[in-house]
């Protein structure tokens, strides 16, 4: 079993929608990244939280540290935020563990 | 705005090359950082860095090693490419703190023919 499950694994939401991708990790953690990765390759740090939650924008991430779990909702989702996001959790003394990645497409 | 460059987009390579990736950050950055990235397996560390000519193993890092003889270029080395080390490779750079965040370069997706 992974040390961090994403779900869904795929995505797809119409212009506008509520969008809400779930990461579940099996460990301690000091810290949660969410990350996004646009078509060919680069990636982004969108948030990083150790408890409660964060908002920029159109996007909030939230977790919950007894039941190891943290989400990341997008709220008038547009085309542009068609992306791979990724969750990584980073343990004390550890280097990052990453999910797989959530593919999101939202259509027009 | 933090720049981590990555000296080629795509690579292409033959069984057996030696074959190197290079990386640069322009922030004074201490912690560098190289991952491959894989469908289905996510971001995995093959080696990391936190100073110059200091390095550590990842989770991955068999048939690799790297060089960081200077703070701001970490380089990563095929020392004899396979087929199964056809990727995309992404190298990342991080300030002294676990609490900032990781600044990823553009990625070098590499095939080895």
């Known amino acids: 079993k992974n040390e961090v499950e994403q779900s869904p694994q795929n995505l797809t939401a119409q212009e506008g929608e509520f969008i809400t991708i779930n990461c579940s990790y099996s460990?301690?953690?000091?810290?949660l990244h969410w990350l996004q990765q646009h078509p060919g390759g680069g990636i982004v740090s969108l948030f990083m939280?150790?408890?409660g939650k964060k908002k920029h924008g159109r996007l909030i991430a939230t977790i919950n540290i007894q039941e190891k779990h943290s989400s990341l909702h997008i709220t008038a989702s547009h085309p542009r935020d068609s992306a791979v996001y990724i969750c990584?959790?980073?343990?004390?003394?550890?280097?990052?563990?990453f999910g797989s990645g959530t593919q999101l497409t939202v259509l027009p | 705005d933090v720049k981590v460059t990555q000296s080629s987009r795509y690579l292409v390579k033959r069984t057996g090359e030696k074959v190197f990736l290079e990386c640069v950050q322009d922030?004074?950055?201490?912690?560098m950082f190289w991952y491959r990235q894989d469908p289905g397996l996510g971001l995995r560390l093959i080696y990391f860095?936190?100073?110059?000519?200091?390095?550590e193993k990842g989770d991955i890092p068999e048939g690799y090693s790297v060089s960081r003889e200077k703070k701001e270029r970490f380089s990563l080395i095929l020392e004899s490419a396979s087929t199964n080390q056809t990727s995309m490779y992404l190298c990342?750079?991080?300030?002294?703190?676990?609490?900032?965040?990781?600044?990823f370069g553009d990625g070098t997706r590499l095939s080895i023919l």
């Open positions: 990342a750079s991080r300030g002294a703190s676990e609490l900032q965040p990781q600044h």
């Open positions: 990584a959790a980073r343990r004390p003394a550890r280097q990052l563990t």
């Open positions: 860095s936190y100073d110059v000519k200091m390095k």
């Open positions: 939280l150790s408890s």
């Open positions: 460990v301690g953690i000091s810290a």
């Open positions: 922030m004074d950055h201490e912690n």
